[in-house]
């Protein structure tokens, strides 16, 4: 709870120093994120009221950038590459497997929080396609038959 | 304001600098196609519809192009048909094609688009995401699968009412007009008003259709179904029919709700004049026991809810007084039930609005009259005509005599202009000068309360002293109003808000009024004219001298404010503010 409070006071903060300046929507909703680790419909609102905006014009905002999460991050994000190569040697296949493990679609997190599911662009680690990483642990030539002992390790 | 030449496909015309292509076009009698323009409303060049060859390498959007001096433009090259048919074809491509059940069907925008450009199937297939009818509330339903994305609704919502209950969510396909949080509309707080109704080019938003329950109640043999239409309906219906904008059509609307059936056809007009009663007695009985001021009227249901979201604070500013529709449901139910000799349980009170807000009126709880609903039904203008069309009416040959119902119909001057903003003002103001002077005032028109300008201001003398009032229409207006008030920047006695800009004749269940026909004529004004007009021809144009009210008085209710009126006429009011 008090560290609730303080979350909100330094949400506080930040809108008091840019509340005048044109267009601080954008740079509020990411500190806001900094803040809270996502932007839960409480904080939304507050900035609304701030603001003084219709809440709509920030969950506007905050569905159409890919920055903005809406539900809070799991413990693992896991980020599985679908770049060119990745997608050309199975990386759906892979990410079709998580998502039948996991029991969540791509870009959400599971009930437990323990795991994010992501989709994401090239990883860079084209030679070893296809390629996921479970926050820094990057695991490459995947197939679909792996996934359920890499996600066991993770939920020990 | 200095002026530009301009050439449009060879046709000189002189404009102000900054009008646009568009209106630059419109003056030149070019109607250059839209979707997402609407005049005072929605100016974004998003849908592309409008483009046109201005010299430039690229096709400009006509709706937000300003002209510039010596400019040529081209509205109809090949590469600007070309394009044109494109975007439609594109548009067309993510839409549900269900013209035939569709409700807007022959109103809808983009049909008209299609037939006039040749466009019949689209090239492209989009998305098509299904999504599941928003419609759990009383009053709209919102329909994603016909949106096309103009943003013509947020921009109703957002910038003229102030509120912004729905905006574009997501991206891409996954694009929808929604509220936050993927919630219902009815969980928002969405006033019910219907500017987003009035403003939708296609069938994305509309009306809850409660037609079914008027027939079903017509056709029950048990029940004595009567009907009460609204000052504004009067105006607009004909519209429907194609009759120009504005057209008077009191006696046709009455002998058509006569001929789909109604037992009694009575007049929400009695009930307009029973409201000046209540509330100019109220406003005075305020102005002389110190009570709460400023007095905020109550007719309008979308206000109502707008103040209960937003400013609770304000709860005991607003008057007590039930709406017109209200008051009307409640006498019919027990004195009209009662000199009749009908038992008030087998009576469906059916109210035909220019409004949608009033759909959630009535299922308010407080609105009872001994136990039961006042007012059972409420319907639109629109849906009237539904009916009108369904029972195929010949409702232009209709003739003109009015046949409304003895006893709670009889109206004045008064109660017709409540439905123009100020109308309200003005009625309350010729009662309270008659109360406040002990006398009959010869002058009943206080022009400063007409017009359509978001807020007004006066000051009237009565009986020595003076009465300083406002009007707001549009609760974007309102909200600017409080804010000058609670600031200590204004101060009012008394206060009319309407929740639609230009007030009921411009409500939310009006006919719809296409957006090249906006351009030319303004509905808001058009309607108005019919209401003064109507106001001029009543011999009697002042609410208390309305002979039947005096009679409900004499014979019922007592005194007005008094203990019945208090029970059947009053009402109260919720804070529904997150706090």
Redesign the interface.
Known sequence: MSLEKEKFEALQKVIDELRNEQGALMPIMQRAQDIFGYLP?EV??YIAKELD????????VA??YAQFNLEPKGQYIISVCMGTACYVKGSQQVLDKLEEVLGVPAGRTTPDGLFTLNATRCLGACGLAPVMMVNDDVYGRLTPDQIPDIIAKYRQ | MAMVNVTIDGVKVQVEAGTTVLEAAHQAHIHIPTLCHLKDVNKIGACRMCVVDVGARALAAACVMPVSDGMVVKTNTPAVRQARKSVLELILSNHERKCLSCVRSKTCELQALAKDLGVDESRFDGANIEYPLDNFGPSIVRDPNKCILCRRCVAAC?NVQG?????????GFKTVIA???EKKLSETDCINCGQCVVACPVGALREKDDTDKVWEALYDPEKFVVVQPAPAVRVALGEEFGMPIGTRVTGKMSQALKRLGFDKVFDTDFGADLTIMEEATELVSRIKNGGVLPMFTSCSPGWIKYVEHNFPELIPNLSTCKSPMQMEGAIIKSYYAEKAGIDPKNIVVVAVMPCVAKKFEIERPEMETDGMRSVDISITTRELARMIKDARIDFTKLPDEECFDELVSESTGAAAIFGATGGVMEAALRTAADVLENRSVENVDYVATRGIEGIKEATFTLAGKELKVAIANSTGAAKKLIRRIQAGDASYAFIEVMACPGGCVNGGGQPMVNAETRMDIDPRVERAKGLYTEDEKKVIRKSHENPDIKKLYAEYLGEPNGHRAHELLHTHYVDRS?K
């Open positions: 419909e939304q609102n905006i219709p809440v709509s014009d920030i969950y506007g569905t159409f | 957002r509120i912004g209950a729905i905006a574009a969510v997501n991206r509220p936050a949080f997150k």
